[in-house]
Each structure stands twice: as C-alpha cells, then as structure tokens.
C-alpha cells in the first residue's frame, strides 16, 4: 500500500511558502485524480501553488504525476523522426496549418495532437472542421498509418492523455488560478510528453491577445518548460512572439483555413509567412534536418502537396467549397491617420461573440462568423477606407461585437512613424 498522506497538511505547507516531496506529489495528483482528494481542496492547492510559486523539481514532479496519470503514445516505431509545435494561443493564430504540411514535406512526422477553442482564442480543430467531411477523431492506429503514409496529422488529444491535467485545468479556469507558470507549464508538458514526440518547438506569446501579458513573464513561461521538456528527454527549444496585434489578416474559422491555403500556395501575410518559416526551421533543426529551404517548399507546392494528402486521409475534400457568411457589416474609417495599434484580446473577444468561438466546452462554433482585417498596424488609411468585416448567420450579433471593438483600434495623425513590437523577440533553448 502506498503511503498515505494529509491534503490539509500539503495546502498548509503550499500555503506557507514551503516544499512537497516527490511522494507527496504523486499521492496528491493520484487520489485528485481518483476523487478522494476533493475539488475545493485542489482548488486551495492550486491558489498556493500561484501565490507561492514551485521549485523545478517540484514542477517536474508535478508533470511526471499527471503523465503518469494516464496513457502515453510511442511513436518509436514509425520509420522517421517526430517534431511538434504547441502555442500557448493567440488570437488569428492559424500558424499549425500551413506549418504541420510544410514541415511533414521534409520527410519527417508531425504529430499534431490539437484542442478546440475556449474563450477569445481559436482552437485548431474548430477552423479544420470549416472543411466539409474532414473528421477530428482518430485511433491511435489511424495515427500511426497517417503519420507513416502522409508525414502528419492534425486531431484530437485522446482523452486518455494526461487526465488529471484535464481536471485540474477545468478546476483552475473556475478559480482565477490560471496564470501560475508553475502550473501552466506542467499541464502544457504533460501533454506534450505523454503524446511521445521526440521533438518540441514551443510558441510562447506575449503582448495582450495571450495569457502572459509581459515577456519577461514569457520568458519565464519558456524556460519553464524547456527545463521540463529537455529533463524528460525531449529535444526542445522555444521562441517569444508577438501576440498584440492578431496574426495575418483573418480570425474566426473558414477565412483562417482560406488564409492558410494562400500561405501553402506560396502567398500570404508576411507575419503568418514569417512565423510558419521561423517555427518550421526550428521543428526540423531539432529533429536533425539542417539548413532545410523551408520557403522553396512553399513556393514549390510540396507544402500543399502534403496538405491535400492530409485533408483526404482524415476523409474532407481539399476541393469543397469553404462555407460562406449569410450576413456581413463593413466598418471603414472615420478619419484620415495611421493604424497604430489593433488589440488582439478585443478582435478575438469580438470574433468570438459573432459565433466563431464557443463559451462552453459543448456550444458548435459557426464556422462562417468572424473577422477580416483590411489593414494592419503601420498602414496609412484614409477617411471611408475599409478597415474591418465582419461576418455572422445572425446580423444580431453584430451590435456586441463592435461594442468588443469600442477603442480596441488606436490611431495617430497621418505620416506618423510607427514602430512595431518584433514578432519573434527571442529563443530560449535547453542550453541557454
Ligand atoms: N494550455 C494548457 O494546456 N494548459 C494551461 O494551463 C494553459 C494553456
């Protein structure tokens, strides 16, 4: 019989800035996850953890705890190396979809193991299932052929991955103990870990469309996890980028995918290009494939290529028609100046309340509704320009939506000089 231990006595000492042992970790995620510890006393755990902080063996601890939880994949079979990306979210964030085709086009497998959106951010599944037929859902076996015959696949984590991580993030988005780096980074790594990949590129925003507002707190987010990744033997590395602004020029669901398809076609916004072609670099340098053209395989059609094959096998049709908005409302300018400033959170936060994202785990998404931006920080517009559509079944909804874009756009007089925050800002590697 395993050693028992007291919750209160663990929430007593998390309280009072002190240390758990690695066996009192293990019995408190285990019985958590079994019910006898109950919610109210994780929920207390989960505040001390944010107030007081974790060591990094407790952290590591803690990531072990929830693996070990529940299954974990092996991917030691295929016959080619395995890399992933995991964002840590953002709003017009579309990056995993020109990315997994582009990286995949190398000869190596991307496993990309996806969530659905909740709040203003976007979840990668949502916009693929804009693509009539395409299916979420895979077996473990449908994953491993996939991986083997196309290169990649985009689906849903297996509820059997790391199950406590997804009763102590539901526990944590009810009880404002979200922003804890100790805890993010341990539910992001326990996922990561137990889905098997050998490789791991994390993009971690900053700015106010993400979770972590400043970079330096990013920074503190990566190194976390990097320290994690690179102590379970995964080769990671992680770069800081700009989530002030949305990326590209699209939020919602459809336009995303529509986005995606002119960056495989060799075209695109220069933000989504340049962040697919610097998280696309880095994926491969990790898995051993050095120096790789990652543009020549947009531009060449490879990337696409693979996409096609990739939308097939998970039974959509690459051709179909994406679905179209009933109804749509301009916004234009109502002055002459210079666009300074687009707030990712309330252009996410608008997006969502046109029907693109969904407020409870079990509400569809529309995948018509949304956002197309016309312009993009630094853009000079004159008065009656158009700035922004907006896209909706229902014309109702608009009037809450443009309420979320009260002020969420900044201008300055004509001929102003704007700078613009770096998109990527930095890296953090295990050996840094
Ligand atoms: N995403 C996760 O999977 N976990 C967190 O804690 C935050 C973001």
Known sequence: MPQEFDAVDLIRRKRDGGELTTPEIDWLVARYTDGYVGDEQMAAMAMAILLNG??????????????????????????????????????????????????????????????????????????????????AEL?????????????????????????ADKKLYALRDITGTVEAIPLIASSIMSKKIAEGTGALVLDVKYGSGSFMGDIERSRELARTMVDLGTDAGVNVSALLTAMDSPLGLTIGNANEVRESLEVLAGGGPADVVQLTVALAREMLELAGVHDADVEAHLRGGQAMDVWRRFVEAQGGDPDAALPTPRESLEVRAEADGVLTRQDAYRFGLAAWRLGAGRAR??????????????????????????????????????????????????FAAPGTAVELPPLVAGRVGADD
């Open 361 to 410: 785990a079990q509400d569809p998404v529309v995948h018509s509704a949304g956002i197309d931006l016309a312009v993009k920080p630094g853009d000079e517009v004159r008065r009656g320009d158009l700035l922004w559509t907006l896209h909706a079944e229902d014309a109702a909804r608009f009037d809450r939506a443009l309420e979320a874009l009260d002020g969420a756009a900044e």
């Open 139 to 163: 077996s473990n076996d449908e994953i491993m052929r996939q991986l083997e015959d196309v290169g990649g696949v985009i689906c849903a984590a297996g509820a059997g991955l790391a199950p």
């Open 54 to 135: 974790m060591r990094r063996r407790e952290i590591h601890d803690l990531t072990q705890a929830m693996i070990a939880s529940g299954e974990r994949m092996d991917f030691s079979a295929l016959s080619k190396p395995t890399t992933d990306k995991h964002s840590t979210g953002g709003v017009g964030d579309k990056i995993t979809l020109p990315l997994m085709p582009l990286v995949a086009s190398f000869g190596v497998a991307v496993p990309q193991l996806s969530g659905r959106g909740l709040g203003h951010t976007g979840g990668t599944l949502d916009k693929l299932e804009s693509i009539v037929g395409w299916r």
